[in-house]
């Protein structure tokens, strides 16, 4: 049982380039979002979906792209690495409508950018 | 708009003694309240939610919380710790009025709990 599975655990960027977060789930989720963890700040979420092809953005959402062109998939793109950028990033998903909201995390992608 | 607020950033608590985690939350609909554990460089995982109806919820590892709503408060407590509790908590709060959007879970800043033998 797979659950959400991110890809790659660590990476290491320089400034201005550009990379992209994986993250897939195989329990038919229709709901999936990508957040931020700092210390001393918690969790901020990036983007989020809702289905396939439907995508909006949460509170955290300036130099990151997202698209969802499976249900099982949603990759987060950073177009321009900054050094503000560092963290660890969070892919989650949930049943989606009507559902109670609990969320699914994968374990999770750190990410440095110098 | 929603948001939590965790005061103790960090807890230390001797080992087999009871301990509890505020959460504090404002929000000017009815909500959903969740509690997740984070080990170690591992992903969050649930450790317990509010829903509705009764106000004590009992979660995994011993854990249960108590929802106040005159308090907007949803602490978390268990009467004996031991040293594999050793994690970061965090409590989380979402909308409960409608079909879409309970999912946007607005998290606190967590609190690390700290277990001494």
């Known amino acids: 049982n797979a659950g959400v599975t991110q890809t790659p655990k660590f990476q290491v960027l320089k400034t201005g380039q550009s990379m992209t977060l994986q993250c897939a789930q195989d329990?038919?989720?229709?709901?999936m979002s990508w957040y931020r963890q700092d210390p001393g700040m918690g969790l901020r979420l990036i983007h989020y979906?809702?289905?396939?092809?439907?995508?909006d953005q949460g509170e955290v959402p300036n130099g990151y792209n997202v698209s969802r062109s499976t249900t099982e998939d949603f990759p987060l793109r950073l177009l321009s690495a900054a050094p503000s950028q560092t963290s660890v990033y969070f892919c989650?998903?949930?049943?989606?409508?009507?559902?109670?909201?609990?969320?699914?995390f994968g374990e999770g992608s750190r990410l440095t950018v110098l | 708009a929603q948001s939590v607020t965790q005061l103790d950033s960090q807890v230390p608590v001797f080992e087999e003694a009871p301990v509890e985690l505020r959460c504090n939350y404002s929000s000017s609909v009815s909500v959903y309240l969740f509690w997740y554990v984070q080990y170690p460089n591992q992903g969050l995982q649930l450790l317990l939610k509010y829903l509705s109806g009764s106000t004590l919820v009992k979660g995994i590892n011993g854990f249960e919380a108590e929802f106040n709503k005159s308090q907007t408060s949803f602490h978390l407590r268990k009467p004996s710790v031991h040293i594999s509790d050793t994690a970061e908590y965090f409590c989380a709060v979402s909308s409960g009025e409608s079909n879409f959007g309970n999912e946007k879970l607005t998290f606190g800043t967590g609190t690390r709990l700290t277990i001494i033998p």
């Open positions: 329990m038919n989720h229709e709901y």
């Open positions: 979906s809702v289905g396939a092809g439907i995508t």
């Open positions: 989650a998903s949930s049943t989606g409508y009507r559902g109670t909201g609990e969320l699914f």
